[in-house]
């Protein structure tokens, strides 16, 4: 029987580099999203065409509690089982320190950090259950270093994912392998909106000189998640060399 890897925000992005990562993988891939119904059809589709696995699409919030649960049954009522889970979903809302607000900061962390947990605790009842598992947290460099005030609420919850990981890798041991992969800068929607001489500076800092694409990343989620077998409570750094 094919394994099951469930991917939240896997419709873009990092995520959909995941869902082909797995799928090109052999595995059966669950691609969670929240809006944009036509990504995540165009994936599945995109992936039942090229590989010989079945793709699940799920629409729920990740920062609701009933929708999470209702989205882990389904994937335990159609697949039996969940072996991976990457933890991708993840929004920033950009704006000047002055102008944030309470609500645009808890919907942040609701999302990154929250989401994160209850995906988890519905996800890790099943592999508990069955004595193995993987989940692999996508956090981030800002939650590690501290480079624009103006995403301190993107950056607190990435560093409460960071802290999260190690934490339920100790709650879930021996069990289940709990990482985070914290990428640097990504060419995804998230950027889209950056100016060019901004990314032109933000290159000048990485030794590779350019953003990621997104397959780099979810080669490394898939080496995380999958093949590192003595990786645990670890926080991966992907960025081609920031900071160094
Ligand atoms: P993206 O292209 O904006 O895609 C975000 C994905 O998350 C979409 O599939 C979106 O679904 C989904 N999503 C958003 N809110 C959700 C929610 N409440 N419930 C379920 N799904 C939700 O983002 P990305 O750049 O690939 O980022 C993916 C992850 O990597 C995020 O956690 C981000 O913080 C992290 N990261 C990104 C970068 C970067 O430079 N891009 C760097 C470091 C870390 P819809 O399509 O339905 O909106």
């Known amino acids: 029987m094919s394994k099951v890897c469930l991917v939240t925000g896997g419709s873009r992005g990092i995520g959909a580099a995941c869902i082909k990562e797995f799928a090109k993988n052999g595995y059966n891939v669950v691609i969670n999203y929240v809006n944009d119904d036509l990504s995540a059809n165009l994936l599945k589709t995109e992936i039942e065409n090229n590989y010989k696995v079945k793709a699940l699409i799920i629409k729920a919030d990740v920062a609701n509690e009933i929708e999470v649960k209702n989205m882990v049954e389904k994937v335990i009522n159609t697949f039996g089982s969940i072996d991976i889970l990457v933890n991708n979903a993840g929004i920033a809302i950009d704006t000047t320190l002055e102008d944030k607000t309470k609500e645009n900061f808890r919907k942040i962390l609701d999302t990154n950090l929250i989401g994160t947990f209850l995906v988890s605790r519905e996800v890790a009842k099943y592999m508990l259950n069955k004595k193995s598992g993987s989940i692999i947290n996508v956090s981030s460099t800002n939650g590690i270093d501290t480079n624009y005030p ?95």
């Open 150 to 244: 103006e995403s301190l609420d993107y950056d607190a919850s990435k560093a409460g994912v960071i802290s999260l990981t190690k934490n339920l890798a100790k709650a879930y041991h021996p069990y289940i392998r709990v990482n985070s992969v914290a990428p640097g800068w990504v060419m995804t929607d998230m950027n889209k909106e950056l100016d060019k001489d901004f990314i032109k500076n933000e290159e000048s800092k990485i030794l590779l000189g350019r953003f990621a694409d997104p397959s780099e990343i979810a080669k490394v989620i898939y080496f995380v998640g999958v093949e590192a077998s003595y990786i645990n409570g670890s926080i991966i750094r992907v960025d081609g060399g920031e900071n160094v």
